[in-house]
Structures are given as structure tokens and as C-alpha cells.
């Protein structure tokens, strides 16, 4: 049997797994949420960014809607919005329009499962990369001296690659997708780098 998430017209917000303060939040959605036949400024995602401005003035949103989407469109095109725009925070607004077209439910749901997953699986391989390349753990008398993400150093947009997440089919349920990629980006640069040069790497930030 095969596990997959059931998600109807909701409201999805999710985090990449990332350690540092978020600034970007992207909206992908339908017509609720590109405010069709309203004024824009009388649209959800428009009052929201009244909000944000006000209360968290560092915070953009990146409103990707388009009206009469469905899921499987939004699933074609969210990994370019998401490479392209780096969000911090991904909103999914899905579903309605699959529910009037009478498509199918199996359909819908394994459509926005697999964008959640592509984005957490995105924000954790950068996190990874970012901790091989810039972070470490220093220890002082035996104990650790980091006690917060406050000094966490992430990857710049400038230095972010292309990113190609593909995921196998799996009889068992999904969950923690934001933990796998973290934890296996530093071994394969290290990997990568022994193979390359034949210098092992048993310290973070990698240093050549």
C-alpha cells in the first residue's frame, strides 16, 4: 500500500527546515488567493502584507497565484517559483478549482503532497549545504559552545545551485522529510571532495 497525505481546500503553511530568520513568504495559489473579481488590495495575501509590514516590516510576499489553477498545474510550475524566489515560507491555497472540474481526488492529493515535500527536501538541502560550507560546532571544556541559531550562517541566493529533488516510491509512511536531506549533504560533499582529491574531511565548515 501506498501512503500519501489527503489535503482538501486549505490553507498550508509550511517552513524549509532552515536555522535563519525568515524574509520571504510564497503564496501559491488560485483565484481566493489572486484576489480574482476583487480589488487587489481587498484580497487575503494584500491585507496580509499590511500586517507584515506593520508588525514584521522584513518580510516580502511573493504572490505566485493564478486564477482557475489546479493542482496539477501548480505542482509543474512551483519548482521554478521556488528556485527563483528562495522563500522561507511556502503558503499553499489548492484544491478548489480540482473539486469544480470534478478531477480526482487520488490526483489532487499526491499533487500537493509532492510540493510539500519538494519544498521541505529543498530548505533541508540547503540548510546542509549551508552548515558544510560555513557552520561547525565548537566545543569549550567539553561542552558545546553554540547555544542558539543566532550566529548561523546561511547560503546567499548568489551561491544557491540548482537543485534537482527527486523522491522513489515507498510503502512506508512519509514524515520527517525535512531531516534526510540536512543530515546527508555535508557526508556527499565530503564524498565528493575525497574522490576529487583524495583529502579526507572529518571537520565542519569543510575547508580545502
Not at 489527503?6 to 501559491?28: Q, S
Not at 509543474?76 to 478549482?97: C, F, K, T, W, Y
Amino acid at each position: 500500500m501506498k501512503f500519501r497525505f489527503l489535503y482538501l481546500t486549505v490553507l498550508l503553511l509550511f517552513v524549509p527546515a532552515r536555522g535563519a530568520v525568515a524574509e520571504t513568504l510564497l503564496i501559491i495559489g488560485d483565484s481566493l488567493s489572486a484576489a480574482y473579481g476583487i480589488p487587489v488590495e481587498a484580497g487575503w495575501v494584500a491585507l496580509l502584507q499590511q500586517q507584515l509590514a506593520a508588525k514584521h516590516p522584513a518580510w516580502e510576499i511573493v504572490n505566485a497565484s493564478i486564477s482557475g489553477d489546479t493542482t496539477a498545474n501548480a505542482r509543474a510550475r512551483m519548482p521554478q517559483a521556488v528556485s527563483e524566489h528562495q522563500p522561507d515560507i511556502v503558503v499553499l491555497e489548492l484544491g478548489g478549482n480540482d473539486g469544480l472540474r470534478g478531477l480526482s481526488l487520488d490526483a489532487m492529493r499526491d499533487n500537493l503532497a509532492a510540493m510539500i515535500e519538494l519544498a521541505q527536501a529543498q530548505g533541508a538541502a540547503l540548510w546542509g549545504l549551508s552548515l558544510a560550507l560555513h557552520e561547525g560546532t565548537a566545543f569549550v571544556d567539553g561542552q558545546v559552545k553554540d547555544r542558539n541559531l543566532n550566529t548561523y550562517m546561511p547560503l546567499r541566493m548568489s551561491d544557491v545551485p540548482e537543485l534537482d529533488i527527486n523522491f522513489i516510491e515507498s510503502t512506508e509512511f512519509p514524515m520527517g522529510l525535512g531531516e534526510p536531506p540536512l543530515i546527508a549533504v555535508p557526508p556527499a560533499i565530503g564524498n565528493a571532495v575525497f574522490a576529487a582529491s583524495g583529502v579526507r574531511v572529518r571537520d565542519l565548515p569543510i575547508r580545502i
